[in-house]
């Protein structure tokens, strides 16, 4: 009886669009576009060791891998919408940590975060590839672009200030993003995303896909173009501020500069449409191509600070055009039943870029000056430009075939061409055809 009265959008959920996706991307970027710029200076404030500092990151960074790693075997016994919860919960949990607790208290905070950021993205881009169409993947991510750019524009500049007025205040304001995250998944009503076939074996150890990840070649070229994309904003964010400061220029001109790049993410769109008349192919490879020279010639006139970090800013907005198009090599080419696990691969870049960026900066500079990092990293993206040479130049496009006509082609006369001669068979049976003579 309640049946028949209750709404169909109740009883049915709808399936959730573009728009709903980057919703969720939007509300997961104001939780931590908020803290980005503050969790480094709290950190620094506790513990008061730069060097300190980096190995409690090295470590998360090697935390937050493994907690990628874990997550599809996880997602065997526990439900898809149970982890994205928890992902979301985790988020929470960090901020009251850190209002609450102590001021060394703090790494773990950061440890949540992170934990929680890699089980929500897996969850997310897992969900993505159930309900979006591969030819709508393109757009799917220009829209969680768009709708993130707010956030990421605004956010490290206003958590900072806010942590200056109040120290909890940004970490309510997250906690609260947080909560809004979780409510909106809840209302969108995904459930446990798309039955692709029902499981005949016992679940598999969690580092048992690794195998099938290398084996595909299109997938490991994918996830290493996400890896370099990250590696180049990871240089950006953290070594120009340094870049900066060693030169005299203030400490809010790294602020600056990461806020004009993030508010290039509202000429997404126009990117798009781009996108659309040419190809995924060109616009990885103009995108690895502008972004390392920029990169690499800001390293060659260090002596010009200025020019520099304007060098540096120039590179960073190509990096944004592999924010929309980098990932969908990877993305494109995920079979349909390994989508959680590759989801979970592909999550990893980001703990990979943060073990190997400051590793190849180490390195570097045990050697060479400052400037030589954002060298390294160019000469990296370089490399991507020259690997993406071998992507397939209609990857990403739109497979349909044009409609038949609905009447048959005119002649030149503008009556109706005569059709082709039917072939006669041979009497011989020797398998040629012959048609009536003229």
């Given at each position: 009886m309640f049946q028949r009265r209750m709404p169909d959008w109740l009883r049915h959920a709808p399936n959730p669009g573009l728009r709903g996706f980057a919703l969720l991307a939007a509300l997961e970027a104001a939780v931590r576009g908020m803290l980005i710029s503050v969790l480094p200076v709290a950190m620094y404030k506790a513990f008061a060791d730069a060097q300190r500092v980096s190995e409690i990151y090295l470590a998360i960074g090697f935390c937050s891998l493994l907690t990628g790693l874990m997550v599809p075997w996880l997602t065997r016994t526990v439900p898809r919408r149970y982890m994205f919860s928890l992902g979301a919960c985790l988020f929470m949990a960090g901020c009251a940590l850190a209002i609450a607790g102590p001021a060394e208290s703090i790494a773990f905070t950061v440890l949540l975060n992170s934990a929680a950021t890699v089980i929500v993205t897996v969850c997310f881009n897992a969900y993505v590839l159930d309900y979006i169409a591969k030819v709508e993947l393109g757009r799917a991510e220009t829209l969680?672009?768009?709708y993130s750019a707010l956030a990421w524009t605004a956010g490290p500049v206003l958590g900072v200030w806010l942590y200056g007025l109040w120290q909890p205040a940004p970490f309510i304001v997250s906690f609260a993003a947080a909560t809004a995250l979780l409510i909106a998944f809840w209302i969108m009503r995904l459930g446990d995303g798309k039955l692709i076939t029902r499981a005949r074996a016992p679940a598999p150890n969690p580092f048992a896909y690794l195998g099938r990840f290398f084996r595909q070649p299109r997938l490991v070229t994918g996830w290493?173009?996400?890896?370099?994309?990250?590696?180049?904003?990871?240089?950006?964010?953290?070594?120009?501020?340094?870049?900066?400061?060693?030169?005299?220029?203030?400490?809010?001109?790294?602020?600056?500069?990461?806020?004009?790049?993030?508010?290039?993410?509202?000429?997404?769109?126009?990117?798009?449409?781009w996108l659309q008349k040419t190809s995924v192919k060109a616009g990885v490879r103009l995108g690895f191509l502008f972004s390392g020279l920029g990169f690499i010639a800001a390293a060659f006139v260090a002596s010009a600070p200025v020019v520099s970090i304007l060098l540096l800013a120039a590179g960073s907005a190509f990096l944004i055009l592999l924010d929309v198009c980098g990932g969908l090599p990877f993305l494109l080419a995920v079979k349909p039943s390994e989508r959680t696990e590759m989801s979970a691969v592909y999550s990893s870049y980001r703990d990979a870029s943060n073990i190997i960026s400051p590793g190849v900066a180490w390195l570097v500079l045990l050697?060479?000056?400052?400037?030589?990092?954002?060298?390294?990293?160019?000469?990296g993206l370089l490399g991507c430009f020259v690997v993406a040479g071998r992507l397939h130049a209609r990857l990403g496009a739109q497979r349909l075939k044009p409609p038949a006509p609905l009447l048959p082609p005119l002649g030149d006369t503008g009556q109706p061409a005569d059709p082709e001669p039917a072939p006669i068979p041979s009497r011989a049976g020797d398998g040629r055809r012959r048609f009536p003579s003229s």
């Open positions: 969680r672009l768009f290493l173009f996400a890896v370099i994309r990250s590696c180049g904003w990871w240089a950006y964010i953290v070594y120009l501020p340094i870049f900066a400061l060693d030169n005299g220029l203030g400490d809010k001109t790294g602020g600056i500069a990461l806020s004009f790049s993030n508010g290039l993410l509202f000429a997404v769109p126009v990117a798009l449409v050697v060479f000056p400052l400037p030589s990092v954002f060298a390294a990293i160019g000469a």
